[in-house]
């Protein structure tokens, strides 16, 4: 098993990396990863981490120790095998790597983010290692990472056609960002972009009109960037969590912005997307931008 520092050192930069745990989460997530790299040149990194059971907790079980340690490892080696025996099938010429690890996988995966391309990770993972995507792991990635990564919820049984990628934005400088990935995402699925604006006077202190003309020339310029991308767009006088869940039961995909430095930026978007994050219906891509 690899350790964290050993893990960063061996993958390469501008990679996809994926968590698996032979969940159905982990397998939303790894046709997703799979996809990505595929379509954009890039290698994949399959991830699996486990914690392996601490001796003093174990009673008399203890004595078991080495054998369950084994076994734990055994099972990590096993679901990285078959993950890539999957991304073959949908990526045959993407170069994969397989990554055990020993650790926290929150510290894995946000470690990794330093120099990924994309993290993808499932949600509400239930494989045998029960290890890995657990919501808690999925939002701390997101919350905390260095580069965009997409969290694959389930849809809902009664899921209509995925017809549009929506982006939530609030008007603000640090919206262009968010809004350009969601643009670039659009464009290359060939699909519109559906913008929901947060128009509320937040700790940021844009007033709403100056918001209304910021994101107006934003769009201007993704439209004259992404002719091909048909931008449409509604307001809402509020924080739009519960707008953009809503609207995640008819997208390919949500794209929000987690925004690093400070207590007004975390009040006006780390709510939000983690709020999306726990309960969207359709993937979720948090894309961060950090101060400085």
């Known amino acids: 098993m690899s350790t964290l520092k050993s893990i960063v050192s061996a993958v390469p930069h501008g990679t996809v990396v994926v968590g698996v745990d032979g969940s159905p989460g982990a397998a939303r997530a790894l046709r997703w990863a799979a996809e990505e ?5 890039r290698p994949l990194t399959l991830v699996a981490a486990i914690v392996l059971p601490e001796k003093y907790r174990m009673g008399e079980a203890v004595m078991y120790y080495d054998e369950i340690c084994t076994d734990v490892r055994a099972e990590a080696h096993r679901v990285l095998a078959d993950a890539r025996e999957v991304a073959q099938g949908i990526a045959p010429d993407v170069e994969v790597r397989e990554v055990p690890a020993e650790a926290d996988p929150r510290d894995v995966l946000i470690e990794l983010t330093k120099g990924a391309a994309t ?17 808690s792991t999925s939002v ?4 905390h990472a260095h580069c ?8 809902p049984e009664d899921a209509t056609p995925r017809a549009r990628v929506v982006v939530g934005v609030e008007g603000s400088e640090r919206s262009v960002v968010t809004a350009e990935y969601a643009a670039a995402l659009a464009s290359y699925r060939q699909l519109p972009l559906h913008v929901v604006h947060s128009r509320w006077l937040g700790p940021l202190g844009d007033t709403i009109p100056d918001q209304g003309i910021r994101l107006a020339e934003t769009l201007a310029g993704l439209q004259e960037k992404y002719p091909d991308v048909e931008i449409t767009r509604e307001n809402v006088d509020a924080a739009p969590e519960d707008r953009l869940v809503a609207l995640s039961h008819e997208a390919t995909a949500v794209v929000v912005g987690a925004h690093a430095g400070g207590v007004a930026s975390e009040i006006l978007t780390g709510s939000v997307a983690t709020a999306v994050v726990e309960h969207a219906r359709c993937p979720v891509v948090v894309v961060p931008h950090r101060e400085g």
């Open 37 to 41: 790299a595929r379509d954009h040149h």
């Open 140 to 143: 701390a990635v997101a919350r």
């Open 119 to 135: 993290v993808v990770v499932g949600s509400r993972g239930r494989g045998s290692m029960r290890s890995l995507l657990l919501g």
């Open 148 to 155: 965009p990564v997409v969290v694959c919820r389930p849809a």
